[in-house]
């Protein structure tokens, strides 16, 4: 027993070591370090389960996707030239947004906001049955519900005429998937692959990586992205939270095809094979709007969704209105919030009132007063669930995706995130949901958290520091 005691410290003072090398925040790596030392029988196994937050391998498979099937930057250079925006075109945010995706912004881009289920999924499925050539499938969450039930007949039924499926599904948030459902895709001639998080050098025991993303891509022409998975409580027909808030938007035009090319590198890493697809762009312009695609996640060299927060949020003028389900936001993010407050920026986040992950609900508490005190102004959605992921900016750009004011969305989840701008139509559309929400919901005072009893207090904020993990 000696023994095993002195061999497990061994291993907390090596672990220890290799928190500080490659956590990638001063404060876990000094929470990590500490833990694994003085308690390795409880800290080892949740740090070598749960405590990375780089993804490996997958940067190397996105540069092979990238060389042996199409760079849309590269290959389609002089094609796109009509839509590419001069630099003294884009917004700072949108700016920034360009440089971490590695994309470029595009103008003529048609795009239309869906608010809620029905709207998004009758929506989803004309798109499916519009579809010429091939689909590009892509959920977090995927049930075999009611809802789950329609796309697989809708797909079944493209399947059937010689349309392409392929369809990827993220194996943890779809743990519920029944094995017959995916037969019947793969008897329809649907390719079906689930993400394999764990699979990969180093990656075989992390439990704590998702593939957050939710994208439709039809023909290379269309694609849909947003906060919905495929089940029935998305249309608000689950009875514990009733009516479910959420939003998608969908995207016709050239940025369509930074969601395809999303898709290509899951696709590749899921199957190690890469598709054939349409990389064309149209010789007429669908719309107006400029858009960009940017994909973030845990293989990404910076920090990209957090950053793309804090540039938005550091770049707004007048205001910035963020609707987001799990608000823990790290420092940065935070203190880019408060300064926004402190300059006059009209600085609104609407959350939930309804919880369903009742850690990340506690957590939220702890910065009402923080951000309260710099004029930031906090709303609880009180017409059921809210789950939408929007950003407005001043009147310049918004973004709808899949991406939370979390942890997990800044380092440990695969997101993606549609940003729009140059379309005044687009943006009044925006702002108007945004303030039907507002009318649904009930401003939060900042001392609010000091109003509970103490043993509130005390559970919030021991949720906030489990917030690196949630």
Same mark, same amino acid.
């Given at each position: 027993?000696?023994?095993?005691?002195?061999?497990?410290?061994?291993?907390?003072?090596?672990?220890?070591?290799h928190a500080v090398l490659y956590t990638r925040?001063?404060?876990?790596?000094?929470?990590?370090?500490?833990?694994?030392?003085?308690?390795?029988?409880?800290a080892l196994p949740l740090y070598w389960f749960?405590?990375?937050?780089?993804?490996?391998?997958?940067?190397?498979?996105?540069?092979?996707?990238?060389?042996?099937?199409?760079?849309?930057?590269?290959?389609?250079?002089?094609t796109l030239a009509p839509y590419i925006l001069?630099?003294?075109?884009?917004?700072?945010?949108?700016?920034?947004?360009?440089?971490?995706?590695?994309?470029?912004?595009?103008?003529?881009?048609?795009?239309?906001?869906?608010?809620?289920?029905?709207?998004?999924?009758?929506?989803?499925?004309?798109?499916?049955?519009?579809?010429?050539?091939?689909?590009?499938?892509?959920?977090?969450?995927?049930?075999?519900?009611?809802?789950?039930?329609?796309?697989?007949?809708?797909?079944?039924?493209?399947?059937?005429?010689?349309?392409?499926?392929?369809?990827?599904?993220?194996?943890?948030?779809?743990?519920?998937?029944?094995?017959?459902?995916?037969?019947?895709?793969?008897?329809?001639?649907?390719?079906?692959?689930?993400?394999?998080?764990?699979?990969?050098?180093?990656?075989?025991?992390?439990?704590?990586?998702?593939?957050?993303?939710?994208?439709?891509?039809?023909?290379?022409?269309?694609?849909?992205?947003?906060?919905?998975?495929?089940?029935?409580?998305?249309?608000?027909?689950?009875?514990?939270?009733?009516?479910?808030?959420?939003?998608?938007?969908?995207?016709?035009?050239?940025?369509?095809?930074?969601?395809?090319?999303?898709?290509?590198?899951?696709?590749?890493?899921?199957?190690?094979?890469?598709?054939?697809?349409?990389?064309?762009?149209?010789?007429?312009?669908?719309?107006?709007?400029?858009?960009?695609?940017?994909?973030?996640?845990?293989?990404? %060299? #910076?920090?990209?969704?957090?950053?793309? @927060?804090?540039? /938005?949020?550091?770049? !707004? =003028?007048?205001?910035?209105? +963020?609707?987001?389900?799990?608000?823990?936001?790290?420092?940065?993010?935070?203190?880019?919030?408060?300064?926004?407050?402190?300059?006059?920026?009209?600085?609104?986040?609407?959350?939930?009132?309804?919880?369903?992950?009742?850690?990340?609900?506690?957590?939220?508490?702890?910065?009402?007063?923080?951000?309260?005190?710099?004029?930031?102004?906090?709303?609880?959605?009180?017409?059921?669930?809210?789950?939408?992921?929007?950003?407005?900016?001043?009147?310049?750009?918004?973004?709808?995706?899949?991406?939370?004011?979390?942890?997990?969305?800044?380092?440990?989840?695969?997101?993606?995130?549609?940003?729009?701008?140059?379309?005044?139509?687009?943006?009044?559309?925006?702002?108007?949901?945004?303030?039907?929400?507002?009318?649904?919901?009930?401003?939060?005072?900042?001392? %609010? #958290?000091?109003?509970?009893?103490?043993? @509130?207090?005390? /559970?919030?904020?021991? !949720? =906030?520091?489990?917030?690196? +993990?949630?």
């Amino acid at each position: 027993m000696a023994f095993f005691i002195l061999f497990l410290h061994m291993l907390g003072c090596i672990s220890a070591v290799h928190a500080v090398l490659y956590t990638r925040t001063e404060q876990g790596a000094i929470a990590w370090s500490i833990s694994l030392i003085s308690f390795p029988y409880i800290a080892l196994p949740l740090y070598w389960f749960l405590g990375r937050n780089r993804f490996k391998g997958y940067v190397s498979a996105r540069k092979l996707s990238q060389q042996l099937g199409v760079d849309v930057l590269l290959d389609r250079r002089e094609t796109l030239a009509p839509y590419i925006l001069n630099k003294d075109q884009l917004d700072p945010a949108t700016l920034a947004a360009e440089r971490l995706a590695a994309q470029p912004m595009l103008g003529g881009n048609a795009v239309e906001l869906l608010v809620d289920g029905e709207a998004t999924f009758n929506d989803i499925i004309s798109g499916i049955f519009a579809a010429k050539e091939y689909i590009l499938f892509q959920f977090f969450i995927i049930k075999d519900d009611g809802l789950g039930r329609r796309i697989k007949e809708s797909l079944k039924q493209k399947a059937s005429v010689g349309i392409r499926i392929y369809f990827l599904y993220d194996e943890v948030g779809s743990h519920s998937l029944s094995v017959g459902y995916l037969q019947e895709l793969r008897d329809a001639g649907i390719k079906v692959a689930p993400f394999n998080t764990r699979k990969g050098h180093g990656n075989r025991f992390q439990l704590n990586f998702r593939n957050h993303r939710k994208i439709v891509v039809t023909d290379g022409k269309v694609c849909w992205i947003g906060g919905h998975n495929v089940g029935d409580e998305y249309l608000g027909l689950n009875a514990k939270f009733g009516h479910w808030r959420d939003t998608h938007v969908r995207i016709e035009g050239p940025a369509s095809l930074g969601a395809q090319l999303s898709f290509i590198q899951d696709w590749h890493w899921a199957t190690e094979t890469i598709l054939n697809l349409n990389w064309d762009v149209p010789d007429v312009a669908p719309g107006k709007s400029a858009a960009l695609i940017l994909p973030t996640g845990p293989a990404d %060299e #910076l920090e990209s969704a957090s950053l793309m @927060f804090t540039q /938005a949020i550091n770049s !707004a =003028r007048s205001r910035i209105w +963020i609707a987001s389900p799990y608000f823990i936001p790290d420092r940065s993010v935070l203190n880019a919030l408060q300064l926004a407050g402190l300059r006059g920026v009209d600085v609104r986040i609407l959350i939930p009132e309804m919880p369903d992950h009742y850690l990340v609900y506690l957590a939220g508490f702890s910065y009402l007063e923080e951000a309260g005190l710099t004029g930031v102004r906090f709303f609880r959605y009180a017409d059921g669930f809210l789950h939408e992921k929007a950003m407005l900016i001043d009147e310049r750009v918004a973004t709808i995706g899949t991406a939370n004011f979390d942890n997990r969305s800044f380092r440990l989840n695969f997101e993606i995130t549609a940003v729009i701008a140059d379309d005044p139509v687009f943006i009044n559309k925006v702002e108007l949901m945004f303030n039907n929400d507002f009318q649904s919901a009930r401003e939060v005072s900042s001392t %609010e #958290l000091y109003e509970k009893p103490w043993w @509130f207090q005390f /559970a919030v904020k021991f !949720a =906030r520091l489990t917030s690196p +993990i949630q």
